[in-house]
């Protein structure tokens, strides 16, 4: 079971650190992918990290205000937003791929096989 928390309300400009921890028999697979769904909206990708390599993937709108980083002790993958806008309020799944990706494939949602509940993140202006 995969389990997203860090959610919470948080000012405009403001940092939020979210969690995704891998419990029970639950492996962090070989790819962990952030995605958000605002109201209204689609899901769209935030950024992923493939289990044995260093550098993250991120969206655009991610690149310079989010970081992903892991332990692997934990089983658990970190979102880390800084600089939060409003736009950014949205609820915020993490994901875990049993088969390595490819590169192309990082952003799809289709990718990942298991789904965790989401956290919801609350921009104020």
């Known amino acids: 079971q995969l389990q997203a928390s860090g959610g919470g309300l948080v000012q405009a400009g403001g940092s939020r650190r979210l969690s995704c921890a891998a419990s029970g028999r639950t492996s962090v697979g070989s790819a962990v992918g952030w995605f958000r769904q605002a109201p209204g909206k689609e899901r769209e990708f935030v950024g992923a990290v493939r289990w044995n390599e260093g550098n993250p993937y991120y969206a655009d709108f991610a690149k310079g205000r989010f970081t992903i980083s892991r332990d692997n002790a934990k089983r658990t993958v970190y979102l880390q937003m800084n600089s939060l806008k409003p736009e950014d309020t949205a609820v915020y799944y993490c994901?875990?791929?049993?088969?390595?990706?490819?590169?192309?494939?990082?952003?799809?949602?289709?990718?990942?096989?298991?789904w965790g509940q989401g956290t919801l993140v609350t921009v104020s202006s």
């Open positions: 994901a875990h791929s049993v088969r390595r990706p490819i590169l192309s494939m990082i952003p799809n949602h289709v990718t990942y096989d298991y």
